[in-house]
């Protein structure tokens, strides 16, 4: 039988189907779905699969059907067998045999295989995260009109590093093509957004280091930090927590819903990939973990000196030691001066609000000021001689606080007993943030309503304020003008390092190896880290809790000991290395 007759007599039949004549339109496809008519075989495994039409749901004939309409190439058959195979109805799931199937879908033309395969791509699910590739299936799915990938690729658009013009133009036309009646708002505020935004100008004086120096110092104030680079980097400039995909170009914004109402120039912030890394995770379940014990400052004051990833950008108040870091490099375990490009780079910011140490120790991360006083922190604690003392004042704090499964992070917030912790002179003097006369910059930022929402289903504080209706986060770049000023000069190391060693800052004066005699680490910051860590054993073994299976944060799907394990082979690393933990 010629196919267009079989055609024919298929549209009969859903005629048939649709005026209620049930048993005789299906008997007409089943008959034509023998043939090898590829709609009736695709139509008889929908209704198998559905139980469309009264027939009785029967994966096995639908699978059946699906297969026969795949051999002659049909995209919609081959993407429904790409969903059995995904969620595992009728079919062993099978996520790479379920993405082998949509791909083919894909490239036979089938819009929802395309959006499928993009968003794979997109997110690194089942495959290997490929932003180039998503975009090669997104775009024909976009040509058929589909918001979905419209909106994607938008986003892509936005955050892609290759662009050589100043425009949004791309994103706001795939953002306007994707809007309904659920996203029109939060498009609306996006689209609003990007139309303010423009490149920001590269072209800066470059000074000589002589002439830079004699400004500085003349103009030095108490209330002045610096941060030295051995390189200058395109903006944003921004701590390593945050160091995500960002947007290509700045975002003016001076409204209400800034959370520190310092920052006007923002980029948005883009977590891509759904699939966190172990080492990633583990930071962040310390990060959290410690925060609830010790509070929000302490604990990044110390994951500052330790070299974990912080959330806030290490500056100092020395303007030597910015000097420092802008003449020297670390390589090979140790610093050497740089010898590589011309041009260094000192950032200035004037005139930050010093917060009281002691009442900033209490504070979280939403009532923070931009800085955090990492120096004057570490010496405003109570000091003793030895570290068995120092043990003891912690494991007295922890009993105050009551540290364990009953632990109430309630009643301890704003209220936790650091004068009962002592720390000992000898490693206080060696801690680098003392060195360094350390503190930590945190940036402003807009909070989107999905971070606000996701941190509310975690369990978490929601922010004090946050942006309706945007779908990403707002960091600010603290290299803005009018709040940072950035000093790019050429690099002279004769002078550099005469002035330096003038002053005695040299790279074993400004970082210690952190080790003892015996070359056991004798890092301070070290020690509480892993110390708070390791006590997770002791509360529950005594309740008859399994360590090896127990999570501190199940949404992670992260042990305790494999915590301790990472632990144990960052801390080789550092003694290795050095300063710089290379966790991945």
Not at 536 to 555: F, H, I, K, M
């Amino acid at each position: 039988m010629l196919k267009s007759d079989m055609d024919m007599l298929y549209k009969n039949a859903v005629m048939l189907l649709n005026n209620g004549e049930i048993k005789t339109g299906l008997l007409l496809v089943a008959e034509l779905a023998k043939d090898g008519h590829v709609d009736s075989q695709r139509g008889l495994g929908i209704a198998y699969l559905t139980g469309e039409f009264g027939l009785k749901i029967n994966y096995e004939d639908a699978v059946f059907w699906f297969e026969q309409a795949a051999k002659k190439n049909d995209p919609i058959s081959l993407y429904n067998l790409g969903c059995m195979f995904y969620n595992g109805i009728g079919l062993e799931k099978n996520e790479l045999k379920a993405f082998d199937y949509f791909l083919k879908s894909a490239d036979f033309g089938y819009v929802d295989a395309q959006r499928v395969v993009g968003d794979r791509y997109y997110y690194g699910d089942i495959v290997e995260l490929n932003h180039n590739l998503a975009k090669k299936y997104y775009l024909p799915a976009s040509k058929q009109g589909d918001k979905h990938s419209n909106y994607k690729l938008g986003v892509l658009k936005m955050f892609e590093k290759d662009e050589k013009e100043v425009s949004y133009n791309a994103s706001i036309d795939y953002f306007e093509k994707s809007i309904t009646n659920e996203n029109k708002h939060s498009l609306n505020v996006l689209i609003g957004l990007l139309k303010q935004s423009k490149s920001k100008p590269t072209n800066r004086e470059c000074w000589t280091l002589k002439d830079l120096l004699l400004k500085l110092s003349s103009e030095h104030n108490d209330n002045y930090y610096y941060r030295g680079q051995t390189k200058f980097y395109e903006p944003p400039l921004r701590p390593s927590m945050y160091r995500f995909e960002n947007s290509i170009y700045p975002i003016k914004y001076n409204g209400d819903k800034r959370l520190r109402k310092t920052g006007t120039e923002f980029y948005f912030e883009k977590a891509f990939s759904k699939v966190l890394s172990n080492s990633y995770k583990i930071k962040r379940i310390m990060s959290m973990y410690i925060t609830n014990a010790l509070g929000y400052t302490f604990t990044q004051a110390m994951f500052q000196q330790a070299g974990y990833t912080s959330e806030g950008l290490d500056v100092t108040s020395d303007l030597l030691i910015a000097l420092f870091f802008s003449t020297y490099e670390y390589k090979n375990g140790g610093f050497k001066p740089y010898e590589g490009n011309k041009e260094s780079v000192i950032y200035r910011w004037k005139y930050l609000k010093k917060p009281d140490p002691k009442e900033s120790l209490q504070k979280n991360y939403y009532e923070c000021g931009n800085l955090i006083p990492t120096y004057e922190i570490y010496k405003s604690f109570n000091t003793c001689n030895t570290v068995s003392e120092f043990y003891e004042s912690l494991r007295e704090y922890a009993n105050v606080i009551n540290w364990g499964p009953s632990f109430d992070l309630d009643n301890t917030m704003g209220n936790r007993p650091f004068s009962l912790i002592k720390l000992p002179h000898s490693l206080l003097k060696k801690s680098r943030v003392i060195k360094q006369k350390a503190s930590l910059l945190l940036g402003d930022c807009v909070i989107s309503e999905q971070m606000r929402e996701n941190l509310i289903l975690r369990g978490g504080d929601p922010p004090p304020v946050y942006m309706e209706h945007l779908p990403f986060k707002m960091v600010q770049d603290l290299s803005e003008e009018g709040f940072c000023e950035t000093f790019i000069y050429e690099r002279n190391n004769k002078l550099a390092l005469e002035l330096l060693n003038e002053f005695n800052i040299h790279p074993k004066e400004i970082y210690d190896e952190d080790l003892d005699n015996n070359g056991k680490n004798d890092d301070l910051s070290q020690m509480l880290l892993y110390g708070w860590i390791e006590n997770l054993y002791a509360p529950l073994t005594r309740y008859g809790v399994s360590v090896n299976t127990n999570s501190p944060a199940p949404d992670y799907e992260i042990s305790y000991t494999e915590m301790l394990s990472y632990l144990n082979e960052w801390q080789e690393i550092k003694k290795k290395n050095g300063y710089h933990l290379e966790f991945d």
